[in-house]
């Protein structure tokens, strides 16, 4: 198992409507993702000061799943066209479970 997580810090000047459409954008990328086993998304619920605004953790079958997710057509147009507009920093990481 590949568990994925990433944190985004959102720009300033970014609304709740805009964090709404990324999560929306995700509900909607989710049944096209193949091997995936769990993913969470949402915002920070700011309860502690410098946190990011924003996670999402994916966990997938294996390493060609979390591939086939990072080239999936739906995921590359939720980055390009929702996310990198809104991402003042992104960080991610890919551990085994």
Do not use: C
Not at 7 to 27: E, H, L, N, P, Y
Not at 43 to 58: E, I, K, M, Q, T
């Amino acid at each position: 198992m590949i568990i994925h997580a990433v944190i985004f810090t959102w720009k300033d000047g970014v609304t709740r409507a805009d964090v709404d459409a990324v999560t929306a954008a995700f509900d909607d990328m989710r049944p096209s993702i193949t091997g995936l086993i769990a993913l969470d998304y949402g915002p920070d619920l700011v309860l502690r000061p410098g946190n990011g605004s924003y996670l999402l953790v994916a966990k997938f079958e294996d390493e060609a799943a979390w591939r086939a997710y990072q080239a999936n057509p739906a995921h590359k147009r939720l980055v390009a066209e929702i996310i990198t507009p809104l991402a003042a920093s992104r960080v991610a990481t890919q551990v085994g479970g």
